[in-house]
């Protein structure tokens, strides 16, 4: 697999990377570990050298899993991982700390649970309005210097708060959910990190899998889904929606692919500092994604798509209010 840097420093990696949430989080009940940890060495085995995780997901199971997963092949990979939540209270319940003391604790329980000496990326998950972001920065500043981290991340900021975070430490990248129905980075995030020099990591490349055409409005998510509450994936809504992925679909029928990994290409033709990292707990699926990386749209199909998406009005919010409203600070 081709590799990309993201933005101007020295963090290098593979084209598309394994975002590992779903393993443990989010997505119903958590995958069987040992089936995860094959999943995550095929992928290692496909050339993805890119990894996320972060102590939120599960909480805090996720990172033992990658980090046994990747354990033998530790030099050969990138982990990144993140901060920003206070989960005493067992379960992230959108409470957030990122005060200097607790950057610094999670720090040293991640690298544990890990079981590395450095983290390669280290997002703030999100921006805490009661820490000045200078703050933030400067504690990161610090852990890199004492070895402890590599680069610094952020997670769905806004504009002003990747500059003044830069203006202390360089922002290696940016995750920002991106895909072909939310194009919201375009507006400002995207413009920034090219002038400062930053990468875009995508999150939800897939459209929480409703790009890849294989979810309709009769299906039924597990209890413990948290699609259940995403206004974008109501029954009324994946009806109206459908029509994006019919579209993206004949588009993916002319190229000899699916509409997932004609979604991952078209993320991929945008910017060459650009790294979605899509998820998945299957096999077949991984190696489906890891495809889309030999998936070329031409300038003609490019064309095509930006049609698609002027005519096809996507339907519903990404997020809850309650959850939104913690995004682009």
């Known amino acids: ?71 033998p092949v530790r030099d050969q990979v990138v982990i990144a991982t993140k901060f920003g939540f206070d989960l005493e209270a067992g379960r992230p319940q959108h409470g957030l700390d990122s005060r200097p003391e607790h950057i610094r604790d999670v720090v040293d329980a991640s690298l544990g649970r890990l079981g590395i000496e450095t983290i390669d990326l280290l997002y703030q998950h999100r921006v805490d309005p009661d820490v000045p972001i200078e703050d933030v920065a ?86 413990d889904d948290f699609r259940n509450v995403v206004p974008r994936l109501s029954a009324e809504a994946r009806r109206a929606n459908q029509a994006l992925v019919d579209r993206i679909g004949e588009i993916a029928a002319c190229k000899e692919a699916t509409p997932g990994q004609v979604a991952i290409a078209w993320l991929l033709a945008q910017k060459p500092w650009i790294v979605p990292i899509p998820g998945t707990t299957k096999v077949h699926r991984l190696e489906e994604n890891v495809a889309a990386t030999a998936v070329e749209l031409t300038d003609e199909d490019l064309r095509e798509i930006s049609g698609v998406l002027e005519t096809v009005a996507v339907q519903g919010e990404r997020y809850p209010e309650r959850i939104e409203e913690m995004t682009g600070r």
């Open 1 to 71: 697999m081709e590799t990309r840097r993201l933005g101007d420093g020295d963090l290098e990696v593979s084209a598309i990377g394994l975002g590992c949430m779903g393993m443990s989080f989010g997505y119903g009940p958590p995958a069987d570990d040992d089936e995860m940890i094959g999943l995550i060495r095929r992928a290692v085995e496909l050339g993805v050298t890119f990894f996320d995780t972060a102590e939120a997901y599960g909480p805090f199971t996720n990172e033992t899993l990658v980090g046994k997963a990747l354990a």
């Open 138 to 223: 400067g504690t990161v500043k610090e852990l890199i210097e004492e070895g402890k981290v590599r680069h610094f991340g952020l997670s769905e900021p806004g504009a002003e708060t990747i500059r003044r975070a830069h203006a202390v430490q360089p922002v290696a990248a940016v995750q920002s959910e991106y895909s072909l129905w939310w194009r919201r980075p375009e507006h400002e995030i995207l413009p920034v990190l090219e002038e400062l020099g930053s990468g875009l990591v995508p999150f939800s490349p897939l459209g929480k899998g409703f790009l890849t055409g294989t979810i309709t409005e009769s299906t039924t998510f597990a209890s």
